[in-house]
Nanobody
Framework: QVQLVESGGGLVQAGGSLRLSCAAS????????MGWYRQAPGKQRELVAT???????NYADSVKGRASISSDNAKNTMYLQMNSLKPEDTGVYYC?????????WGKGTLVTVSS
């Protein structure tokens, strides 16, 4: 089991940047994969980026070149740096941890990008 708490969301103008944080209740070093997902109003939740235990990263095409996922094992925290934000990046961003095919989710943090 792991509890996840997101922070760092807010209102930002198009072209701006945000760094989201996901604090875990236990060490993240042993978690198979962690990631960020987002859900825009009226749309399904979609993957934004993932990072594996070995450090391999994966990004959705829509954020490639604008997003960077990272983790700090000493702080049990994962981050998502988003640059050149667009209005279509608006949504609730959720932190995910996947361990042995079991998914754990945070409650989400709202990101609103104004045009």
């Amino acid at each position: 089991q792991v509890q996840l708490v997101e922070s760092g969301g807010g209102l930002v103008q198009a072209g701006g940047s945000l760094r989201l944080s996901c604090a875990a209740s236990r060490d993240i070093f042993s978690i198979n994969r962690m990631g960020w997902y987002r859900q825009a109003p009226g749309k399904q939740r979609e993957l934004v980026a993932t990072i594996s235990r070995g450090g391999t990263t994966n990004y959705a095409d829509s954020v490639k070149g604008r997003a960077s996922i990272s983790s700090d094992n000493a702080k049990n925290t994962m981050y998502l740096q988003m640059n050149s934000l667009k209005p279509e990046d608006t949504g609730v961003y959720y932190c995910n941890a996947r361990q042995y095919a079991v998914d754990f989710w945070g409650k989400g943090t709202l990101v609103t990008v104004s045009s």
